[in-house]
């Protein structure tokens, strides 16, 4: 079992920052690939961003490629959203989920989900 734990939500207006942070506990951390999802009122839960387990990689959506960042540090079992210039259609729950696939967004693919912050972008 993993848990894991968002934190960093909340209201900005648009073009600002927000940084989401995940806290890991239980199994090894960077036994997992990491995942970044969201889900809007009314929308199904989408895809934002993954990396490897070492770190080296990441992939995002191309709604958010350019302006978000993923980065993760396995000695400190965290996970990290860096997220800029935002737009009212980043307005959504954020989610962070554990995963043993590599190269996945499927949300089916992912085995341990924390219990979302919530990200307001005013227009």
């Known amino acids: 079992q993993v848990q894991l734990v968002e934190s960093g939500g909340g209201l900005v207006q648009a073009g600002g920052s ?8 239980g199994r090894t951390f960077s036994n997992y690939v990491m995942g970044w999802f969201r889900q809007a009122p009314g929308k199904e839960r989408e895809f934002v961003a993954r990396i490897s387990r ?6 995002y ?8 960042t993923m980065s993760r540090d396995n000695a400190k079992n965290m996970a990290y959203l860096q997220m800029n210039s935002l737009k009212p259609e ?12 590599d190269g996945t967004k499927r949300v089916d693919e992912y085995d341990y989900w924390g219990q979302g912050t919530q990200v307001t972008v005013s227009s």
Do not use: Q
């Not at 070492?54 to 992939?59: C, E, L, Q, R």
């Not at 959506?61 to 978000?68: E, I, K, L």
């Not at 980043?90 to 696939?101: F, G, K, M, N």
């Open 54 to 59: 070492s770190g080296g990689s990441t992939y």
């Open 90 to 101: 980043d307005t959504a729950v954020y989610y962070c989920a554990a995963s043993y696939y």
């Open 18 to 25: 927000l940084r989401l942070s995940c806290a890991a506990s």
């Open 61 to 68: 959506a191309d709604s958010v490629r350019g302006r978000f």
